[in-house]
């Protein structure tokens, strides 16, 4: 009994020594500086370069993927915003606009129900969600830039599709929509990628679908649509104040386009609103006239500030991005012709002028962009 008593000791005493070596290794990250100065450091290396330092060891790996720098990024203001986008139904690319890198995504799951329902994306925190429909439901598949991976089984509390949504840091909302059945819904929610909770908020003043979402001055904007029971096109947007949590209705905030009104049939064609906000100010992609418009909110009138990049096509909106990309708004999108073409990332500074659209890249490619989302963290 002794004997066994000291071998248990000794491996005892091994594995324990073995665990405090880990576990200072983990504390200390960088070890002449310490662990606190190691991750100020970390957080100011571009999130490109994530993957290298944490294959160096265990200690770096675990700090990349259980989120901790991303969450200090965001503390200290450390901010990138990546391109995402998907020429291909079940693939997706990501653009570093900052270094001009490439990377492309692991492929999602086949499901052909999914592949032939209408798509829509949004990148929240450190996820990309792409949400579809299978043969009874709603689907959302997520992916995380923690583990470069998809998965799928998360619900909302009341699924949709065709809704406005925008992000703001590790929240977004989700807003109108249609739900399984078609009808047209006046519900929002509320999705924190940090707790994966969805939360149920107070109903908008009318129901929407095929609208846009954005934030502005701290606050959700859902702008256009089609609504009502005769499903017309909606001039009206919508704003939700997070702290008094009451949505207040705001005529003429859609960028309806100059021309006769559109018959239902027409409007339903046509893509959501392209919107995008960037400094808390309000632009638009009007792609039938190929000019960028600005929302003024003091007369909340749309005025034309310019062009928009000469290779910008699309068919009725569909297949161009127009994005906030950090300080820049970015168009994507380029011609097609005999199943060959390609797409140009185009951006443009609104502080420095009217627009100047600078390629950030030209990619071959045979389709159009399907979906887009700009992730920063």
Known sequence: MPGIN?????????????QAEFNSDLDSLIQPIGRDLS?????????????????????????????????????NGVIEHWIYFSCQLLEWEAF???HHRWMRLPTMTFNECFMCSDKESLAVGTELLVFGKEVM??????????????????????????????????????????????NILSSAELYNSETGAWEMLPSMNKPRKMCSGV?????????????????????????????TRVWTEIPDMSPVRSGAPMENEAAAAEAPPLVAVVNNELYA??????????????????LTVGRLPERAVSMNGWGLAFRACGDKLIVIGGPRALAEGFIELNSWVPSEGPPQWNVLAVKQSGNFVYNCAVMGC
């Open 6 to 18: 000291l071998s248990l000791s000794l491996a005892d005493q091994s594995n324990s020594q073995h």
């Open 39 to 75: 991750i100020s450091c970390l957080i100011r290396c571009s999130r490109s370069d994530y993957g290298f330092i944490a294959s160096l060891n265990r200690s770096f790996r675990s700090i990349i993927q259980s989120g901790e720098l991303y969450r200090e990024r965001r503390k």
């Open 96 to 98: 570093d606009p900052i």
């Open 137 to 182: 439901s709603h689907v959302i598949y997520r992916y995380s830039i923690l583990t470069n991976s998809w998965s799928s089984g998360m619900s909302m509390n009341a699924p949709r599709c065709l809704f406005g949504s925008a992000s703001l840091g590790e929240i977004a909302i989700l807003a109108g929509g249609c739900d399984s059945q078609g």
């Open 215 to 243: 934030f502005m001055d701290g606050k959700f904007y859902v702008i256009g649509g089609i609504g009502g029971s005769d499903s017309k096109p909606l001039p009206c947007g919508e704003e939700y104040n997070l702290q």
């Open 285 to 302: 992609a009007d792609y039938a006239d190929m000019e960028v418009r600005k929302y003024d909110k003091e007369s909340r009138l749309w």
